[in-house]
């Protein structure tokens, strides 16, 4: 009796998923806004405690978490069956942050702001029913990162005013699941959430201190249009 249900639900699985994908166009174009979460660091490391970071100690004067913000995103999927789809995005997150914090016995204030802008390929795995479209992918991306920093500095024999930008660009990884509800055959509500990981480099190629990620994880609520 228990094989007989199984069977039926599979079936019943089945009979919904070609149901539901019959109707739709291979193309889709989506828009989401979202929200975005950094890789958290910690704000000190400085075991001894002595304001100086010696060689294995980070000073993170800003915890990465005050850059969590607004994400928008729009993204490009050609489905080669029910089951599998080939997906693109482009992506933007960053925000500004005021500074006011102690670095080398010395006061430092100003804004410190991250702009990331990244294009993504994600192959998707499908699971289509009546109601909704499950899928999960990973996937590659490249990763452009421009921090702007406009400092004045008040040290203990004199007052300096420092500004800066820092651009570069990495080759990041991602893993994402997403729910897309059906309005209409070409119209569909997007649930998403993914997590990407992409390292930088610092300024001193010697070492890894100044190292950062600036990955971390996107949730969106959207829309994608099906041709």
Not at 2 to 24: D, K, N, P
Request: proline share 3%.
């Amino acid at each position: 009796m228990r094989t007989v249900a199984w069977i039926g639900v599979m079936a019943l699985v089945l009979l919904l998923a070609t149901s539901a994908s019959a109707e739709q166009g291979k193309i889709g174009l989506g828009a989401k806004i979202g929200y975005h979460n950094f890789i958290r660091y910690s704000q000190v490391d400085d075991p001894d405690n002595d304001g100086v970071l010696e060689d294995g100690e980070i000073d993170y004067a800003i915890d990465s978490g005050a850059f969590n913000g607004v994400t928008v995103e729009t993204d490009f999927e050609y489905a080669f069956s029910p089951h599998f789809t080939l997906g693109g995005a482009l992506q933007w997150y960053g925000t500004s942050v005021a500074v006011d914090s102690i670095a080398e016995r010395c006061r430092v204030k100003g804004d410190y702001t991250i702009s990331v802008t990244n294009i993504t390929i994600t192959p998707r795995f499908v699971l289509p029913l009546a109601f909704v479209r499950l899928y999960t992918g990973a996937g590659l991306g490249l990763y452009w990162r421009i921090v702007n920093t406009d400092f004045t500095i008040y040290g203990q024999d004199a007052t300096t005013s420092q500004s800066n930008t820092d651009s570069g660009a990495t080759i990041g990884y991602h893993a994402m699941l997403g729910a897309e509800i059906p309005v209409l055959d070409w119209l569909g509500v997007v649930l998403e959430d993914r997590f990407a990981f992409a390292h930088f480099k610092g300024s001193d190629p010697t070492t890894d201190l100044d190292d950062a990620d600036y990955g971390g994880n996107s949730a969106f609520l959207g829309a994608r249009f099906h041709f």
